[in-house]
């Protein structure tokens, strides 16, 4: 079992920045994945952003160049570094885990959301 808290979420105007951090617990040496997605109201959730544990990471058209994934494997957290953020940033962002938990693929596990709000 992976747990994940996230943290960092807030309303911010366009054109700012803002970091989300996301600190894994548990069965750590399982994961092979962390990353982040994010839900609008009204729409399904959609992948932002994830880094693998040899670090190669991948974003979404929509952010990259705007965003930057990282980790720090002595602490257990990612971050998620959002500049330039527009409006249509403005979701739930949920920390994901991808742990290879022995069966045919891997495990999912999800943090608890923290809301980031775009808006003037």
């Known amino acids: 079992q992976v747990h994940l808290v996230e943290s960092g979420g807030g309303l911010v105007q366009p054109g700012g920045s803002l970091r989300l951090s996301c600190a894994a617990s548990?069965?750590?040496?399982?994961?092979?994945?962390m990353g982040w997605y994010r839900q609008a109201p009204g729409k399904q959730r959609e992948f932002v952003s994830a880094i693998t544990n040899s670090g190669n990471t991948h974003y979404a058209h929509s952010v990259e160049a705007r965003f930057t994934i990282s980790r720090d494997n002595a602490e257990n957290t990612v971050y998620l570094q959002m500049n330039s953020l527009k409006l249509e940033d403005t979701a739930v962002y949920y920390c994901n885990s991808k742990a290879d938990t022995g069966g045919p693929a891997w495990t999912d596990y999800w943090g608890q959301g923290t809301q980031v709000t775009v808006s003037s």
């Open positions: 548990g069965s750590i040496a399982s994961i092979v994945a």
